[in-house]
C-alpha cells in the first residue's frame, strides 16, 4: 500500500535515448510534482501539475516532459538523453488546501553512458 | 525567487546529545517551512513542518522554530539515536500559495554511538 510510488527504481540507458519514468499516487491527492536530485544532494523542483495548471521550473531543458493520463499519475518523459541528466528523481504528490505536505516516492535513479 | 539557506552541511553528535540544524530564507511570503529526513537509497520523508502563524512546534524528540522577523527556521532533534543517522533538509514554499518548495542544501547528521 505504498503512497507514492516509481518504477523503475535504476535505469541506465545512452546518450540520445528517449525515457520515461513513471510515478503512481494513492493518497487522492491533486497535485503532483518532479524533482530531481543531483550527485550533491541538491533537491530542485522541476515540475508541478495539478488538472488545472502545469508550472516548469524554467531552468528545466524543454526535453524534458511531464505527462498526466489521471490524477493518480504523473509520468516524466525525457527526450535525447544526455550524460548531465544522470540523477536521482523523485516523484511527490499533495493536496492543495490540505497544507502543502509533500510526499514522495523512493526514487529513480537514472544513469546515462 | 525562494533561496533556502541551510546549515550546517555536516554534523557529528555522540548518541544522547542534541543536533541543531538552522536554515534562512528569503521570501518574506513564505508561510511554510517543512523537515524531511532522507536516508541513503530512500525518498525524503516528511518529518516535522511549521506554519507562519506559529512560533514552535514539538513532536516527541524533535522540535521546530520559527523567527518570521528574522527569516529563519530551526530543527531541534533531542537525545539522538544512531538511527537518526540522515540526511535532513529544510524547505519553505517558493511564495504565498504556492506549493513549491525551496530546499536546503541538506545535512548530514552522524550520531555516533
Known amino acids: 500500500d505504498t503512497a507514492v510510488s516509481q518504477t523503475p527504481k535504476y535505469l541506465v540507458t545512452q546518450m540520445g535515448n528517449d525515457k520515461s519514468i513513471k510515478c503512481e499516487q494513492n493518497?487522492?491527492?491533486?497535485?503532483m510534482y518532479w524533482y530531481k536530485q543531483d550527485s550533491k544532494k541538491f533537491l530542485k523542483i522541476m515540475f508541478s501539475?495539478?488538472?488545472?495548471?502545469?508550472?516548469i521550473n524554467e531552468t528545466v531543458p524543454n526535453r524534458f516532459s511531464p505527462k498526466s493520463p489521471d490524477k493518480a499519475h504523473l509520468n516524466l518523459h525525457i527526450n535525447s538523453l544526455e550524460l548531465g541528466d544522470s540523477a536521482v528523481y523523485f516523484c511527490?504528490?499533495?493536496?492543495?488546501?490540505?497544507?502543502?505536505?509533500?510526499?514522495f516516492g523512493p526514487g529513480t535513479r537514472l544513469t546515462v553512458t | 525567487g525562494e533561496n533556502v539557506e541551510q546549515h550546517p552541511s555536516t554534523l557529528s553528535v555522540q548518541e544522547g546529545d542534541s543536533a541543531v540544524i538552522k536554515c534562512t530564507y528569503s521570501?518574506?511570503?513564505?508561510?511554510?517551512f517543512p523537515w524531511y529526513k532522507q536516508e541513503l537509497g530512500k525518498g525524503p520523508q516528511l518529518i516535522i513542518d511549521?506554519?507562519?502563524?506559529?512560533g514552535e512546534k514539538k513532536d516527541q524528540r524533535i522540535a521546530v522554530t520559527l523567527n518570521k522577523t528574522a527569516k529563519h527556521f530551526s530543527l531541534h532533534i533531542t537525545e539522538t539515536q544512531p538511527e537518526d543517522s540522515a540526511v535532513y533538509f529544510c524547505?519553505?514554499?517558493?511564495?504565498?500559495?504556492?506549493?513549491?518548495?525551496?530546499f536546503g542544501k541538506g545535512t548530514k547528521l552522524s550520531v555516533i554511538p
Open positions: 521570501d518574506s511570503a513564505s508561510n511554510y
Open positions: 511527490a504528490s499533495s493536496q492543495v488546501g490540505g497544507g502543502g505536505e509533500q510526499y
Open positions: 511549521i506554519r507562519s502563524n506559529v
Open positions: 493518497l487522492g491527492h491533486d497535485t
Open positions: 524547505a519553505a514554499t517558493s511564495g504565498a500559495g504556492s506549493y513549491q518548495l525551496t
Open positions: 501539475y495539478n488538472n488545472k495548471e502545469l508550472i
